[in-house]
């Protein structure tokens, strides 16, 4: 039975008024990267996670099919929304959420990664229009590793998607493990940074120093407090 999404249905707004934080104007860049490193929990990192991806259209999905394949096998389960403006090919473990081009989460790019032993999420809304040039495109969101927040997320989601909850307790719940893995996190985007740093142009200098100083800010305090 398809799943029908509610179309005001908000990610970025939830995640905004439980997180109670200034929010984070963001480009593309930044986002992408992100996102990246969530997916390498499971990729690179081997946490059984599910995993919900909002990629606003279809389309914007068609070049991490490769990605997605190999993350599907190491996940509990994937749900990827969007606008159906392509025709994607059914892949193991993922299930597609159609949206309409109206719907608030088509607006919207989300990556929420939630397990026993790793909990993140990036809730995004997007200020510019998705027909923009990548590079001009700007997002507010929030990324956090906060355990609340994120299994808020993930319970709606699973509602809305009509999936079976995943009943993980706090005492089910392996800080450590996140622990590493958040560091896992910080040495592998310093790496990237330091790269791209490299051969930038000023404009995406200044992406990577948001990036930067977003990991510092956010998640080196997190780790002190849990050590």
Do not use: C
Not at 210 to 218: C, D, F, G, I, Y
């Amino acid at each position: 039975m398809p799943v029908a999404i509610d179309p005001q249905f908000s990610v970025y707004h939830l995640a905004e008024r439980v997180q109670q934080t200034s929010t984070l104007l963001s480009h593309r860049r930044t986002m992408s990267l992100v996102s990246y490193e969530i997916e390498n929990a499971t990729l690179i990192d081997g946490v059984r996670t599910r995993i919900f991806a909002a990629f606003q259209y279809y389309s914007k999905f068609l070049p991490q099919l490769a990605r997605y394949t190999t993350l599907a096998l190491r996940a509990e389960s994937i749900y990827v929304f969007g606008v159906p403006d392509v025709t994607l090919p059914a892949l193991p473990n993922v299930t597609y959420i159609p949206l309409k081009r109206t719907d608030q989460l088509a607006k919207e790019w989300f990556l929420i990664s939630y397990g026993r032993e790793y909990f993140s999420a990036l809730a995004t809304e997007e200020l510019t229009s998705i027909t923009d040039p990548d590079h001009t495109r700007k997002f507010k969101g929030i990324w956090t590793f906060d355990v609340s927040m994120v299994s808020i997320l993930e319970d709606w989601l699973s509602s809305a998607v009509d999936a079976q909850p995943l009943n993980v307790s706090e005492k089910d719940l392996n800080f450590d493990r996140q622990i590493r893995l958040m560091s896992n996190t910080m040495e592998r985007l310093t790496r990237r940074i330091d790269r791209l740093n490299t051969r930038l142009t000023d404009a995406e200098n200044a992406v990577a120093q948001e990036l930067s100083e977003r990991v510092n800010a956010s998640l080196a305090p997190t780790l002190q407090a849990r050590r």
